[in-house]
Structures are given as structure tokens and as C-alpha cells.
């Protein structure tokens, strides 16, 4: 007789096992975590395309095209000294290439009494300021220049002029020069010996990215949009860059050597240098500047803390001398141990375009010597006062 056993079956479940809710619950987790990925995505490509409608809806970002223009920045005291030698290097250019605006003290008025080229009349910015050398004044006024430049969307190179600078090349040359390259001319170097640095800048500036070198400068168009869209390290440099205790103008003394041991550092030879450090473009510089400066470099310890540019006078001018100027082919930064070879657009050139400073009578030297180009002296005869 055969017994069957049989097994009893149990009915389905009609609710999940653990392993489905697990499963479940981690594809919810995915699906959540990738949405928010998405959303996040959006979210700053939304504030990257809103910064950028920002940024190019400023004055000084509009769209150019057309023959671009250099404009020449002129730093003055008061009136430009050697307008007559600026006068004939403007006279062999096209007008169309070229654009000039003059920081001078707050009132002056260049006009047919205060010089003697009509190319610089009414030239001037009407809202300078000031100028106190070792204070951000001198980087307020050469923003307020850049501003009132970056207006016209024509100016695409942005060179700023001492007052007794001079061009070492014609027009057509300089022109030429600083088209060819995509890069602005900034000497920029790590400052190890000064001790300008102010420990209060930080976190703001930090010290490894603080530069020193000329204040003579040469921007891209990219670049002195960046100078005048600051509103963070200006603001440092105008807080902590500024002299301790004031000067006793009873005593006579070297004012600017006083002045320069106290403040905590030189603006106008730090900002833009530094600023371009930080906002990671040193890439895109050609890290020496166009204009060649003559330092009374004494070997004496105590003079050399009155350093100061040689003034070139009528002597110093010479064809021979202005052609060691010229064959001037790199530059050493004994600081860095570097050797800066003069390039433009990965050509071998001269290293400087300009230099400073010079007197009257040599930049009447370079004029009869037809350096900036031919010239009609008749065209200044209307005012020879």
C-alpha cells in the first residue's frame, strides 16, 4: 500500500519581498540624486550665461569691427612738456589708428594756451583726480584713464604714457608692433627683497601672488577690461597702500625716498601686476614692459634708497645712445633668475618701443635727428608761446 505525503503550498504573497523594497528604494535614491545633478547643472550654467550678459552689457565690451586703434593714456602732472616731440610721432599716423586722453591735475585745460599741438586739445578727462605718488591715486587715475578709453570699442591696445616719455619708433612701427601680438606687455616679477607686501592684505591678496614691476604697462582690450571690472583688490591696495605719517614739508628732504620707506607699498607698481596674477592671466602676458628706464643704480647702500630714473639730456640723446636703446634684446629679473627674451607673436624683436625720461632738449635732439619721422614745424607755428 503506498502512502503519498503530500506538501502543503502556500499562496503568493500579495506584498513585496525585502529585496524588492531595497531595490526600490535605491532606484528612488539614483533618480533623486541624479535629478538634483541636473538641476545643479542648470543652475550654474544659468549664472555663468547671466555673468557673462552682465559683463558684456557694460560700456566697454561692445562688439568692434573695423581697423583697430591704439590709445595712448597720458599720465601728466599738468601739461605734456614734450607735446611738440608727440606732436610729429601723431603727424605720421593715421588718425583712424590711434586715440589719446590725458590724465592731468583736476582743472587743466589743454588748449591753444597751454600747448602747443591742437592734437591734444580738449583731450583731457574732466573728472581726474588728485595724484599723490606712493598712493592709490596714481592706479585711481590710471583706471579713470582705461575707463574713458574702454568707451570707444575702436581702441583695442591701451599704452600707458609718462609725461616725459618718449617714442623710439615712428608711428607705422609701434602700430605694427603691438597689433601683431595677442598679448599685453606687463613687467611682472615675484617681489623678494622690497618687503612691500602688507600681511593685512591677506586673505585677500595672498603673498604668493603678489608682482612687482613698471608701472608702464601695454593692455589687451580683455585685459583693461579686467583692470576697470575690479571691485576687490583695488579696494585693498587703497586701504593698506597708503604713506604711515605725513611728510614735513618745512624739511628739506628727498620727499619721494621719505615717502617710499613709509607706506607699506608702491601701488602703481604692484596693482595691475598683481591683479593679472590672480585672476590666473600671466599666460596671456608678455611679462616685461615697452619702456626703457635709465635707474641710478649706485652700489652704495645708502643711495640706493634714493633710486630714482636718470633724466636724459641733450648729451644723452645721441643716434649711438638711442641705438644701444634699441638693440636691447632681453631682460634679466634677478630675483627670479629669469631671463625674459623680447618676443612679439613668437618673433625676436627689440625689447622697448618707448623710454623715459627725457628733457626738452633731448627730445628736440630726437626730433632734428627725424627719429619719430619727418616733420613740419609749421604745423606748431600757431603758437609759439
Not at 588718425?95 to 592734437?119: K, L, M, Q
Not at 635709465?294 to 652700489?299: A, D, L, P, Y
Not at 607673436?345 to 626730433?367: E, H, I, W
Request: with cysteine; charged share 20%.
Amino acid at each position: 500500500m503506498m502512502t503519498t505525503t503530500m506538501k502543503k503550498r502556500l499562496p503568493p504573497s500579495s506584498s513585496p519581498s525585502i529585496r524588492q523594497h531595497f531595490w526600490l528604494g535605491l532606484q528612488l535614491v539614483l533618480s533623486l540624486s541624479v535629478l538634483v545633478c541636473v538641476l545643479a547643472l542648470f543652475r550654474l550654467n544659468s549664472q555663468s550665461q547671466s555673468s557673462a550678459a552682465a559683463f558684456s552689457s557694460l560700456p566697454w565690451s561692445s562688439s568692434f569691427a573695423g581697423t583697430p586703434k591704439i590709445a595712448f593714456l597720458f599720465l601728466a602732472r599738468s601739461n605734456l612738456p614734450l607735446d611738440f616731440l608727440w606732436h610729429a610721432f601723431f603727424q605720421n599716423a593715421e588718425e583712424g589708428n590711434y586715440s589719446i586722453y590725458i590724465h592731468s591735475e583736476p582743472g587743466f585745460v589743454f588748449d591753444e594756451s597751454t600747448t602747443r599741438s591742437a592734437i591734444f586739445c580738449g583731450r583731457q578727462l574732466n573728472d581726474s583726480v588728485k595724484v599723490a605718488w606712493g598712493e592709490s591715486s596714481m592706479i585711481e587715475a590710471e583706471r579713470l584713464l582705461l575707463a574713458t578709453a574702454l568707451e570707444d570699442p575702436a581702441n583695442q591696445r591701451f599704452v600707458l604714457i609718462s609725461d616725459s616719455c618718449v617714442p623710439l619708433y615712428n608711428f607705422s612701427y609701434i602700430y605694427s608692433y603691438l597689433m601683431s601680438s595677442s598679448k599685453s606687455f606687463v613687467d611682472s616679477f615675484l617681489d623678494k627683497k622690497e618687503g612691500r607686501y602688507n600681511p593685512k592684505m591677506s586673505p585677500v591678496i595672498p603673498k604668493d601672488k603678489w608682482r612687482k614691476g613698471s608701472q608702464w604697462i601695454t593692455l589687451v582690450r580683455k585685459h583693461a577690461e579686467v583692470v576697470i571690472a575690479d571691485n576687490v583688490i583695488f579696494p585693498a591696495f587703497k586701504r593698506y597702500c597708503k604713506r604711515q605719517t605725513a611728510l614735513d614739508p618745512g624739511r628739506k628732504q628727498n620727499i619721494k625716498a621719505a615717502a617710499q620707506k613709509q607706506h607699506d607699498c608702491i601701488p602703481d607698481e604692484h596693482y595691475v601686476q598683481t591683479l593679472l596674477s590672480m585672476s590666473g592671466l600671466e599666460d596671456e602676458l608678455e611679462r616685461r614692459t615697452l619702456t626703457y628706464t635709465s635707474w641710478n643704480q649706485s652700489s652704495n647702500d645708502k643711495e640706493k634708497q634714493n633710486w630714482h630714473p636718470m633724466t636724459f639730456e641733450y648729451a644723452d640723446a645721441s643716434p649711438q645712445h638711442i641705438k644701444k636703446i634699441r638693440d636691447i634684446n632681453h631682460v634679466y629679473y634677478e630675483t627670479e633668475y629669469r631671463i625674459e627674451w623680447c618676443e612679439c607673436n613668437a618673433t625676436f624683436v627689440p625689447c622697448f618701443l618707448f623710454a623715459r625720461k627725457f628733457s626738452r632738449g633731448a627730445a628736440v635732439r630726437l626730433l632734428n635727428d627725424g627719429l619719430v619721422g619727418p616733420f613740419d614745424a609749421s604745423t606748431l607755428l600757431f603758437n609759439s608761446s
